[in-house]
């Protein structure tokens, strides 16, 4: 079992900077991919960002390439996303998840936590 606990969000303005952690419970975090999920108001939660459970391996999509990092650090049982040059439309909840390598759907979910990204 992994509970997860996101903070880090609040309103900034557009082109501004924020990071986001994830604190993880539980003595096996670095066994899992963390991921980092988003939902827009009124839309679908999407995929953002993802790490493997040591770090080598990181995937992100197209829209947060080049401006979001998602790193993690398995002894603090924390994962982050750095976002930079931040949008209106990059504006959401945002939700940290969980999941073994070998498994396709992420099992462990955070409340998310709420970014404003004001114009």
């Known amino acids: 079992q992994v509970q997860l606990v996101e903070s880090g969000g609040r309103l900034v303005q557009a082109g501004g900077s924020l990071r986001l952690s994830c604190a993880a419970s539980?003595?096996?975090?670095?066994?899992?991919?963390m991921g980092w999920f988003r939902q827009a108001p009124c839309k679908e939660r999407e995929f953002a960002a993802a790490?493997?459970?040591?770090?080598?391996?990181?995937n992100y999509a197209g829209s947060v390439k080049g401006r979001f990092t998602i790193s993690r650090d398995n002894a603090k049982n924390t994962v982050y996303l750095q976002m930079n040059s931040l949008k209106p439309e990059d504006t959401g909840v945002y939700y940290c998840?969980?999941?073994?390598?070998?498994?396709?759907?992420?099992?462990?979910w955070g409340q998310g936590t709420e970014v404003t990204v004001s114009s």
């Open positions: 790490i493997s459970w040591t770090g080598g391996s990181t």
């Open positions: 998840a969980a999941k073994l390598a070998a498994t396709i759907n992420y099992a462990y």
């Open positions: 539980g003595r096996t975090f670095s066994s899992y991919t």
